[in-house]
């Protein structure tokens, strides 16, 4: 385990998917979802090569077909731990898979800024070859009390489109659940089917506020147009999730290239993308 902290926070971050594990304050607070396996057995695991599932797992590039399963495989990797501070540290992936066997290598660095974690991904192509890929977080956030005393605060006034699933993709066209807000009341029943996806929202921050006690998580995710919402009904978390794409419509043509949100890259190239998780 690798542990980061300063005066507001102590982070605790696995090698395994480089995933987040605990974000404690110095009241002893726990933000994070502990994992009760009766439930979900993770955190806060690693969205990539792409987020969410992809038609018969599966996608088209050059005329090749690359097998590929839900959320990708970094979150089951080992990754290189490749420098700590205090405050600071940054883990590295380069395995490569069969449905992603390119020369690359992706870089997570999580950073305290007083009581802000700061998540920054790079993703550098080291090959010639371009590929595409889709990059997200899957940060699930206790709840303590119940998930129904928990409300969702937009920062702008929103209509909220759901875009409903089936098994892992979405259909296109969406369902409207509130129009003109810029609070969504969170309930177990919106969780019955999967996630809430909503891939068009003007909103890159958004607030948990926990009605049950004082504290707040507050998610800026300026680089990306994707936030998913989702729980598993009975259990006291709610996954406020970011990212570059949202699952497969049913309709897909499997072509990656065409695939909203997904990121290109050359030879040579690199891309960063950040998001900010304020504990509040």
Request: with cysteine; net charge neutral; aromatic share 12%.
């Given at each position: 385990m690798v542990t980061i902290k300063n005066a507001y926070l102590t982070v605790d971050i696995s090698p395994k998917g480089a995933e987040l594990q605990s974000v404690k304050g110095t009241d002893g607070h726990e933000y994070i979802w502990q994992a009760d396996p009766k439930f979900w057995a993770s955190h806060a695991p690693i969205m990539f090569p792409v987020c969410g599932g992809l038609k018969e797992d599966a996608y088209?590039?050059?005329?090749?077909?690359?097998?590929?399963?839900?959320?990708?495989?970094?979150?089951?990797?080992?990754?290189?731990?490749?420098?700590?501070?205090?405050?600071?540290?940054?883990?590295?992936?380069?395995?490569?898979?069969?449905?992603?066997?390119?020369?690359?290598?992706?870089?997570?660095?999580?950073?305290?800024?007083?009581?802000?974690?700061?998540?920054?991904?790079?993703?550098?192509?080291?090959?010639i070859v371009p590929f595409f890929y889709g990059i997200g977080s899957h940060e699930a956030y206790a709840t303590p009390g119940g998930l129904e005393g928990c409300t969702i605060e937009f920062e702008k006034e929103e209509?909220?489109?759901?875009?409903?699933?089936?098994?892992?993709?979405?259909?296109?066209?969406?369902?409207?659940?509130?129009?003109?807000?810029?609070?969504?009341?969170?309930?177990?029943?919106?969780?019955?089917?999967?996630?809430?996806?909503?891939?068009?929202?003007?909103?890159?921050?958004?607030?948990?506020?926990?009605?049950?006690?004082?504290?707040?998580?507050?998610?800026?995710?300026?680089?990306?147009?994707?936030?998913?919402?989702?729980?598993?009904?009975?259990?006291?978390?709610?996954?406020?999730?970011?990212?570059?794409?949202?699952?497969d419509y049913t309709d897909t043509d499997m072509q990656i290239e065409h695939k909203p949100g997904c990121i290109r890259l050359a030879g040579g190239e690199s891309n960063t993308k950040v998001h900010t998780i304020s504990f509040l």
């Open positions: 088209y590039l050059d005329g090749k077909r690359y097998p590929m399963t839900k959320h990708g495989f970094a979150k089951l990797c080992d990754w290189k731990v490749a420098g700590t501070k205090e405050n600071e540290a940054v883990f590295e992936l380069t395995e490569k898979h069969e449905g992603f066997p390119f020369d690359y290598v992706f870089r997570c660095t999580y950073t305290l800024k007083e009581r802000s974690l700061v998540i920054a991904y790079t993703v550098e192509n080291r090959g209509k909220l489109e759901n875009y409903v699933l089936v098994g892992n993709l979405i259909k296109p066209e969406p369902v409207v659940m509130m129009e003109k807000t810029k609070e969504l009341p969170l309930k177990t029943d919106y969780f019955a089917v999967d996630a809430l996806v909503f891939p068009k929202l003007k909103s890159r921050s958004v607030t948990l506020v926990n009605r049950n006690d004082s504290h707040k998580v507050q998610v800026d995710y300026p680089d990306v147009d994707v936030l998913m919402l989702w729980t598993k009904p009975g259990a006291d978390y709610i996954c406020i999730e970011p990212w570059s794409n949202a699952p």
